[in-house]
């Protein structure tokens, strides 16, 4: 019997593969509770602090590689998103990825913020009128409030018909809004700031884009005027205004989880400690309701400490570093007990005992004599040997450092979500081309001869066949008008002392029309490289590789994850091809062949052909999707559907992501 359970076990998926979480979004599966229980019991009484207070806290916590810091982070994610289900003990929590630009940490973690508090909640209600993301429910709570402070009759007849759920809210402030917006955008809270305070005034009545706009997205003119605002949260200063205004307004504790901090250290001397001294002196200062949880391995952040300024030090040391410990074996052999324990439960069998199929004891000896000591170390262990351990066995090593890399590598490309926006996506695309071309020497056929990070973008020198030529690149999918003619004008002053001015953006973003006439006046000094959506995918899967070899979360050093992103990933991106062919001016003989130039269609053809294709089912398309099919440039296509729809013939709109898709009217 018990042979045959064996038998059966061994066909099974491997329990222990795939059971170590990568970031604090995946969802903690087979939790051991026992495991790093007081630290989990300090840090939800730290939370309860913080709501009954309404002062910011800071928490350091330390642990070695593999001891469970991400998981705890996910751990803690997992109960903030269930808290939305009891009322009076709702928080929020959101993991915020590395920093990537050494110039803009407010700006990142905006982004990181919002888009986290926008990630619907797993039992969300599919009713559209009831909320369905953490942030949507601060928002309505945070304009609840607003209405029950205000004195004014129309604010005191309201508010006596509020009830307990948040969906009856949302539709009572839905319903009188047009009465109450402009008496809460008269007296709005003095710890607000002007224009954002401005911009949630909207949120009843223009939700989609008020989301985007807090997330940071650089939304063109026209959207901005809906919302009553003239400019997107650019620049750090507005940044900061933004995030220190929803934790000043929210009766939620809103919890960040700073993970993988040594990820940080790839942006060059000084990174990690600027990024904690605005911590730990603008956010701290600035206050509100929230925790601020920093996650580190413990060698680099008393590397980090020593740096820093002594008040900002004394801020972060004001509670005792919570230390993650290395499992004893009762707790260790408890990881194992678990997952064996759903994999019966899955087949609906009782095992003959805990750690079945393994021998009565074998666990708990493995454990001891291998010095397996982390959560990491044990179940990568158990994963390697699978259910054939003998006392003696050790797992054998199944591929080499660099394969395991472009695994991991593999691995996340496949996982990257897009749920990011487009200004997000550029900086990420940035981010990573720098990180390439700070160690790259060779890429293809093309040297490398220096790079280095700038305020807004990157300065490198390259050569190719012989010849030498330095060139200035920007990734920008800035949409607003200004924003998007600031970059042209950076490019264009770059070309006093660079040979070519290059500005790197999304495929379907076109370039709005005063920034794309400043660029094609450069003349051939400067280009547009276009970043299909592969390569975005491909960007962002870099910036993960790296940051998690520097904070040892994969079982490959840093240092050749970033040999096999030089060698091995980066020559194979169009993007980065593309790159190189702008800069040196020239086609690399092993590239891949350019994309076709623009089709020059006069703009009725233009027009005729968009009708066409909209005359078939299903009678609506992305301008991304119209771009590929008839081989023009996003600015031809937005030009084509613009000037339809003043002509009544289609409608267009953007999408949750900003996209443009186009929609042809009934005759």
């Known amino acids: 019997m018990e042979q045959d359970l064996v038998a059966l076990a061994r066909k099974q998926p491997n329990p222990f593969a795939g059971s170590v979480l990568r970031n604090g979004f995946e969802a903690p599966t087979n939790d051991v509770p026992e495991i790093h229980s007081a630290q989990r019991e300090k840090l939800r009484a730290l939370v309860d602090e913080v709501r009954r207070t309404g002062e910011l806290a800071l928490q350091v916590v330390t642990g070695e590689p593999g001891d469970g810091k991400t998981h705890l982070l996910a751990t803690l994610r997992a109960e903030a998103e269930g808290s939305w289900r009891q009322m009076g003990n709702e928080r929020a929590m959101v993991p915020i990825e590395p920093l990537r630009d050494p110039e803009a940490p407010f700006g990142h973690i905006l982004q990181c913020l919002v888009r986290g508090l926008r990630r619907p909640l797993a039992d969300a209600s599919t009713d559209p009128d009831s909320p369905n993301s953490p942030l949507e429910h601060i928002l309505w709570r945070i304009l609840r409030r607003a209405v029950e402070a205000s004195k004014h009759p129309i604010c005191l007849e309201l508010a006596a018909q509020f009830g307990r759920y948040p969906s009856a809210t949302a539709v009572l402030l839905k319903e009188h809004w047009s009465r109450l917006e402009q008496v809460l955008r008269d007296a709005g809270p003095h710890e607000a700031d002007a224009d954002v305070w401005a911009v949630l005034c909207r949120f009843p009545t223009h939700p989609q884009l008020v989301l985007r706009w807090l997330g940071g997205s650089s939304l063109p003119e026209e959207e901005l005027v809906p919302l009553g605002v003239s400019r997107p949260l650019d620049g750090e200063d507005r940044a900061f205004r933004a995030i220190s205004t929803l934790l000043k307004l929210s009766d939620v504790p809103i919890v960040f989880g700073f993970d993988q901090l040594e990820g940080v250290t790839r942006l060059g001397d000084g990174a990690v400690e600027n990024f904690l001294q605005a911590l730990g002196d603008q956010l701290y200062t600035s206050g509100g309701k929230a925790a601020l949880l920093l996650f580190c391995q413990v060698d680099a952040w008393n590397r980090f400490a020593s740096t820093l300024q002594n008040q900002v030090r004394d801020r972060l040391m004001q509670r005792p570093y919570l230390h993650l410990a290395s499992l004893d074996p009762a707790l260790a052999e408890k990881l194992i007990e678990r997952r064996l324990e759903a994999m019966w439960r899955g087949l609906s069998i009782k095992p003959p005992h805990a750690t079945f199929p393994f021998a009565p004891g074998l666990v708990r000896q493995l454990i001891v004599t291998e010095k397996l000591k982390g959560p990491r170390q044990v179940l990568s262990f158990f994963a390697a ?85 330095s060139a200035y690149a920007e990734a920008s999918n800035s949409l607003h008008g200004m924003a998007a003619k600031a970059a042209a004008k950076r490019m264009q002053e770059s070309l006093r002392k660079v040979d070519r001015a290059l500005l790197l953006r999304d495929e379907g973003i076109p370039i709005p029309p005063l920034a794309n006439k400043m660029i094609s006046e450069l003349g051939e000094k400067a280009k547009v490289v276009r970043i299909d959506a592969e390569s975005d995918r491909s960007f962002a899967a870099i910036e993960r590789l790296l940051n998690s070899a520097a904070a040892k979360d994969i079982d490959v050093s840093l240092e050749v994850a970033t040999q096999v992103v030089l060698e091995q990933i980066a020559p194979q991106l169009s993007a980065i091809r593309q790159f190189l062919d702008a800069a040196t001016g020239s086609t690399a003989p092993t590239a891949s062949p350019a994309p076709p130039a623009p089709v020059s269609v006069p703009a009725r053809d233009r027009e005729s052909s968009v009708l066409s294709t909209l005359e078939k089912p299903p009678f609506v398309a992305s301008e991304l999707q119209l771009a590929k099919a008839h081989g023009w440039s996003p600015e031809q296509v937005a030009e084509t559907s613009d000037a339809l729809e003043r002509a009544g013939k289609v409608l267009v709109q953007r999408g949750k992501d900003g996209g443009r898709v186009v929609m042809r009217r009934p005759s």
């Open 385 to 469: 040997i699978g259910f054939d351990a003998a006392p003696a066995t050790a797992p054998a090593s199944p591929a080499t450092p660099a394969q395991v890399a472009l695994a991991e590598f593999e691995r996340m490309l496949k996982e990257t979500r897009a749920d990011r926006n487009p200004d997000e996506v550029a900086a990420i695309a940035q981010s990573a081309l720098c990180s390439v071309l700070e160690k790259a020497r060779q890429v293809g056929d093309t040297a490398v001869i220096g790079a280095r990070r700038g305020k807004h973008g990157l300065e490198v020198k390259l050569a190719r066949a012989g010849k030498e030529v």
